[in-house]
């Protein structure tokens, strides 16, 4: 019970239904609900949402779902509202939620920019920003910003995306070096090359799906699982002197 008496905020946590290819927002509310957190699943699917916190319900655990756009700063500050009125405090904000776009610089529109942006930068902002007066005042806390291998090394294919992901790897620095005197961690993790619905498509190509496998020295792609577990880490108390790091876990790739 590694999270025992904890509350916990994950986004982008719709995909957890069982039976499916699950994202690590949806693996880790059932692992950290497996580890005796009270979790809030938000996304902005919210039929998949409800199903999944509806399966963990079922299951015995704590687990609600709310609709939150992470791109709109209302969003934030009503789900905060509702965790702390359903739950009584906020102890773990995870921002997981993402999209992707795959375009070159020169493809790269100013809406596809700003739509990057929005959701891996603003939405990390408007979150940490949230969470921070509530982490107050319980007297710590930790914040885990799902960034990406792509927000660490670059790659030919992808432009805002990396953009974006990079931003949100400096940003939890900047707001670990804010808050550590308060006892509240930020820090970031950089998955490689997983299936999850959000992949599924894209990795689902025989030739693609090769070449990603001989690109990752463990020699597979991560699954959701191998995600939450750090996740699990830097939101127990087991990393309390862990702040403003980078967990990569990536089977190897940006080790090369
Ligand atoms: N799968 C990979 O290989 C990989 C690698 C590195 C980083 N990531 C990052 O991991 C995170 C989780 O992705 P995943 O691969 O588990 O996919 P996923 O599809 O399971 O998760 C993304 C979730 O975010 C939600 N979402 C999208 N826009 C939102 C918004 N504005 N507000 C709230 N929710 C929103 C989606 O509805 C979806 O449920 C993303 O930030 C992604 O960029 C994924």
Do not use: C
Not at 4 to 29: C, D, H, N, R
Request: glycine share 12%; aromatic share 8%; charged share 20%.
């Amino acid at each position: 019970m590694r999270l025992e008496g904890k509350v916990a905020l994950i986004t982008g946590a719709a995909t957890g239904v069982l039976g499916s290819t699950m994202g690590f927002g949806g693996a880790s509310a059932w692992l950290f609900a497996r580890e005796g957190a009270k979790v809030v699943l938000a996304d902005i699917n919210d039929g998949l949402g409800e199903q999944t916190a509806g399966q963990m319900r079922d299951d015995g655990f704590d687990a609600t779902y709310l609709h939150l756009d992470v791109t709109r700063e209302q969003d934030w500050a009503d789900a905060f509202q509702a965790t702390v009125a359903a739950y009584g405090k906020l102890d773990v904000l995870v921002n997981n939620a993402g999209t992707s776009a795959r375009t070159t610089v020169d493809e790269t529109t100013e809406e596809i920019w700003d739509a990057q942006m929005d959701v891996h930068a603003k939405g990390v902002f408007l979150g940490t920003k949230h969470a921070i007066p509530f982490m107050r005042k319980v007297g710590g806390g930790s914040i885990i910003i799902v960034s990406s291998m792509y927000g660490i090394v670059g790659s030919p294919t992808v432009t805002a995306y990396h953009a974006a992901k990079g931003a949100s790897r400096l940003f939890a620095k900047a707001a670990a070096m804010q808050y550590a005197k308060e006892n509240i961690r930020v820090n970031s993790v950089h998955p490689g090359y997983a299936d999850t619905p959000l992949t599924e498509q894209y990795f689902s190509d025989p030739e693609r799906r090769r070449w990603l496998i001989g690109r990752t020295p463990v020699g597979r792609l991560g699954k959701a699982e191998d995600i939450a577990n750090g996740i699990l880490y830097l939101a127990s108390d087991e990393s309390q002197w862990v702040t403003g790091s980078e967990l990569v876990i990536d089977g190897g790739v940006t080790a090369q």
